[in-house]
């Protein structure tokens, strides 16, 4: 995974399905408009092709954008409060805490000359409005391209109202947009179709009868495998009211007349797709959208249908097919499901799909299959989000444990702990999971415990942890759940600077652990921070025994994001025995995984450790430079652990001073600060910058 793009130029835009059609006005407007303004919204209804249009306007600005443009498609997301993570999660920042995702956001940005788009905004226009005002009130370098049914409402706010297409003059004369889009459309649909005089009356009748609106005439235009354009155009004119309710009113015509065109089963997939988020795949509709008369086994049939209608979207990409509803085309399914009694099943079959998913996630983060869990967390993570929202309200309070259980894992694996603090949050708020008698009583609240000691919370990290031993006694001294709870306990001991308090917490842990038969992604972590204790009292022969058993035991189940912390601990025990020079294969093995994981907190880490390294070696200098890349990789992440990387680096940046002058080590650290992180990471390897991708 390169960390470049998440660096320098974010993107890239989505790709455009089908070729774009006209809009030169509009496009040469909002080029004007971003000459003397810095906030523009596309303003229109839905089907008229806002997005295109944005999709295209940024692509043709772009140059004109030093660090490029980053893109962000709102529809998936039902919280205005994750609004500040998803833009930043576009950027390729790791997630924080609410409270610190904006401040971070903020920061990162900074004097950068960006564009950024933020797609579909009208169901969070009051999240969206204030989240634009404070990025342009402290990120001068940024423009915004808002895309949405109405406007934000802020101050320096220009509005664009994008428009149907321009449809024929009486009589016709020369093609114009909305024909020419027809016109490529149909001959998409239909091999060899074209425009000719003998047609062409009936073309400009149908784009006028529906009022220049895109989606509209593809929609219609995919009607041509069944009827020649004549009839198109003569169905149309008595289905389309007269005198016109205006666009929405053509397109809602349009939309009603597609629905009662496609077969029984095609409208009912319609509708129960309309639960998907993002985009999906078949296996995911043939789980959540099957049942009672839609049989698994036609699934596939119905939805080929749909996208040759095009009222799914489909497309391929790494190998894969996915699919996904167009937002006018998913709002009206969400009203027809609905309509049919069906909203709450099939939404719970949506939770049961991707908890199950999240389960079996969970099971093999610790095996081979860890990086292929983590990319398919990354792909569905709209899905998941829009799941586990219905969850929170209706699963079984056992169901929605294991399943918050089971994302906090994933997520904590990809550094998203602010994600993962919001969904225990959320969840302990609006059920008493703490009273809960199942085995993972007490892994629930440990676990939540530990991503609050990461981000230095140690009032709520106590409450948790109480909570946990609680749970783990009134089970019957359940040895799992305590071996978590000694584990969370040993970390914050840890960061607190109490060395003998964390060795002997983290011994137990590690003791319980195996006790228990733990084979779970985090077990191994109380054996690589009881190896940090050991290392910094300076047990250096003990710390290497520890690590070197987390590595044999991850690297023969297939686990990378603990194997490579193992490493770089182990790493960091040699060098403080004395030997830097042996130290840094390990240290450069491990921060090799961490980026090809893409994991910036144990980036930043690794960095730390390498720098002591090289001031054991005299290298001042370019210690100075990763001490200050750390920093800027881990002020995105909303993990502190302040008080554990002060002990660690204060004697070697002393060192460090020391060797090459208190100035010069600053303008050092300084300038490692402003690289960027792939380029961090180069050098760090000693790799060229670039060639790693």
Known sequence: ???????????????????????????????????????????????????????????????????????????????????????????GLPDQASDVALDALVDYLGDRRVLLVLDTCEH?????????????????????????????????????????????????GAPCDAVTLFAERAAAAVSGWTLNEGNTAAVALLCHRLDGIPLAIELTAARLRALPVEQLADRLGRRIPRPRGGAGTTLRAAIDWSHELCSPGEGLLWAR?????GDFDLEDAEHVCAGGELPAGEIAGLLAGLAAQSIVVRWEGDGAVRYRLPGALREYGAEHLERLGQAETVRSRAFER?????????????????????????????????????????????????????????????????????????????????????????????????????????????????????????????VRGLAYVREVQGIAALSAGRMAEASRLLGEARDLHRLAGNDDVLAPVSDVFLAAAGALAGDVENAVRYCTDVIAATEAAGELWCRSYGLCV????????????????????????????????????????????????????????LYGSGDAALRFTGVSLFGLRHRLREVHRRRGEELIGEGAFRRAYESGAALPLDAAVAEALGEPPGQHS
């Open 1 to 91: 995974m390169s960390l470049t793009t998440s660096e320098q130029r974010w993107g890239p835009l989505p790709a455009e399905p089908t070729s774009f059609v006209g809009r030169l006005g509009e496009l040469a407007e909002i080029a004007e408009l971003f000459a003397r303004c810095r906030l523009v919204t596309l303003m229109g209804p839905g089907g008229v092709g806002k997005t295109r249009l944005a999709i295209r306007a940024a692509g043709r600005l772009a140059a004109s954008f030093e660090h490029g443009v980053c893109f962000v498609d709102l529809s998936g997301l039902r919280e205005s409060t994750l609004l500040p993570q998803a833009v930043g999660a576009a950027f």
């Open 124 to 172: 969070l226009i009051d999240g969206c409005a204030m989240l634009a005002e404070v990025l342009l009130q402290n990120a001068p370098g940024l423009r915004m391209l808002a895309v949405g049914r109405r406007p934000l409402d802020i101050s320096g706010e220009y509005t664009v109202m994008v428009a149907p297409l321009a449809v024929p003059a009486e009589p016709p």
């Open 273 to 277: 797709l309309s639960v998907f988020a």
């Open 354 to 478: 991707f908890s199950g998913v999240i389960g079996r996630a969970a099971a093999e983060l610790a095996t081979g299959a860890q990086p292929r869990w983590l990319e398919w967390f990354r792909r569905e993570q709209a899905n998941v989000r829009a799941a586990m929202e219905h969850g929170l309200r209706t699963a079984a309070d056992e169901d929605l444990a294991r399943a918050v259980l089971g994302l906090g894992r994933i997520l904590a694996l990809q550094g998203l702990i602010g994600e993962a603090r919001y969904w225990g949050t959320r969840a302990f708020a609006v059920r008493d999971l703490g009273a809960l008698r199942i085995r993972e009583s007490a892994e629930l609240p440990a676990l939540f415990g530990l991503l609050a000691v990461l981000q230095e919370d140690l009032a709520s990290a106590r409450e948790l942890m109480d909570l946990a031993e609680v749970r783990a006694r009134a089970a019957g001294d359940d």
């Open 570 to 625: 182990r790493g960091l025990a040699v060098t403080l025995g004395g030997e830097p020079e042996r130290a840094l294969d390990d240290l450069r093995a491990g921060l090799r995984i961490k980026r090809d994981l893409g994991d910036r907190l144990g980036i930043a880490l690794a960095f730390d450790m390498i720098g002591v390294a090289l001031v054991g070696l005299g290298r001042a200098a370019p210690a100075a430079r």
